[in-house]
């Protein structure tokens, strides 16, 4: 005969220790959501972005695409022969949206800051930028495996 006080304490209990164990963990997840802990800032989400803003990022990105889309790799540098010319040195600045400019105006993206730095100095330096939004470490090597070796040399 099955003693069914029994069975629904057992029932019970077994009920009890997910439901615990979701009731930790949302508690937890609360705890650390309003005191920000792993943060290291005040708020981990921006509260407000003035459109003013969001205007000024936009017509930048608007003339880094133009400049990308004049480039056969679609990077925001200019256009680059295949082969260099005797005695001009080349170095490649390889990246992601650091190296597009993702937000940032042409002339401050740090790799046209460097070539225009070298080039007040020495005559015979390009810096190729290339780098697209969003690209991986992956994309990275297969753009330089594929086409970027054909151009350094």
């Not at 981990?44 to 990105?61: C, D, R, S």
Request: include cysteine; proline fraction near 3%; glycine fraction near 6%.
């Amino acid at each position: 005969m099955i003693n069914w006080k029994k069975y629904l304490q057992r029932t019970l209990t077994i009920l009890l220790i997910p439901l615990s164990l979701t009731l930790c963990l949302v508690v937890l997840e609360l705890l650390l959501e309003k005191t920000n802990f792993f943060d290291g800032e005040e708020t981990a989400k921006p509260v407000y972005i003035p459109l003013k803003f969001k205007l000024i990022n936009q017509k930048i990105n608007e003339k880094n695409r133009l400049i990308a889309s004049q480039n056969r790799h679609g990077f925001t540098d200019v256009q680059r022969q295949f082969s260099k010319e005797k005695g001009k040195i080349r170095i490649a600045v390889l990246g992601d949206s650091f190296i597009f400019g993702d937000g940032v105006p042409y002339d401050t993206i740090w790799s046209h800051k460097l070539e225009k730095e070298l080039l007040d100095k020495y005559e015979n330096v390009e810096i190729l930028s290339w780098g697209q939004n969003g690209w991986s470490t992956q994309n990275q090597y297969r753009f330089l495996k594929n086409h970027g070796i054909k151009v350094s040399y």
